[in-house]
């Protein structure tokens, strides 16, 4: 698992997640993004599925539901974005966004995935928590721009997966729009 990360906005993290997650399919391997940005959701549109309306499957054996992710150009896609409309504000407190991405987590049926990409919101905050505490991530990838304040958001977003609470390897970082003037 790959948390696809940075501490600041508008740095391109959804693109960024888009375009590995394409990379990794084109390897061979099967690949899946959770849309874990909850207020913000990217991946539908990047992938072209906005109208998916995810369907639920009973597995008898468990006696559990899940969901089914929508499976765009062969990757395996779960986001908030198919249960709300592309232009209501999703005005849920830290709770209720967690809540809803710990079943997006637990409920979704991936399949066998070789890559699972989370495409984290900007900042350091309760759904970065909720998803280290829910997830074995293996390594984060940064997105930043060249932009002194964006570094600086940045600095701190790789500091939060370098504390010693976290631990989770950066794999790196990508400078994006580092040609823009």
Not at 42 to 54: A, D, I, L, R
Not at 73 to 78: A, F, V
Not at 161 to 175: H, M
């Amino acid at each position: 698992i790959i948390a696809v990360a940075s501490g600041k906005g508008g740095v391109g993290k959804s693109t960024v997640t888009a375009n590995l997650a394409v990379t990794l399919r084109n390897m061979g391997y099967r690949v899946g993004i959770l849309d874990a940005d909850i207020y913000g959701p990217s991946q539908p549109k990047m992938f072209g599925v906005e109208g998916y309306v995810p369907d639920a499957e009973h597995d008898d054996a468990t006696g559990a539901d899940y969901i089914l992710p929508a499976d765009a150009m062969d990757i395996k896609l779960m986001s908030i974005g198919f249960f709300i409309k592309p232009t209501d504000a999703l005005l849920w407190r830290g709770a209720m966004a967690v809540s809803a991405l710990k079943q997006m987590i637990h409920q979704t049926r991936w399949g066998t995935l070789d890559f699972l990409l989370t495409d984290l919101p900007p900042g350091t905050g309760d759904v970065h928590l909720s998803i280290i505490g829910e997830l074995k991530i293996d390594a984060a990838v940064i997105v930043s721009t060249p932009q002194q304040i964006a570094v600086a958001d940045v600095v701190r977003g790789v500091e939060m997966f370098r504390n010693e609470n976290v631990n989770i390897p950066v794999a790196g970082i990508v400078e994006n729009m580092a040609w823009f003037t």
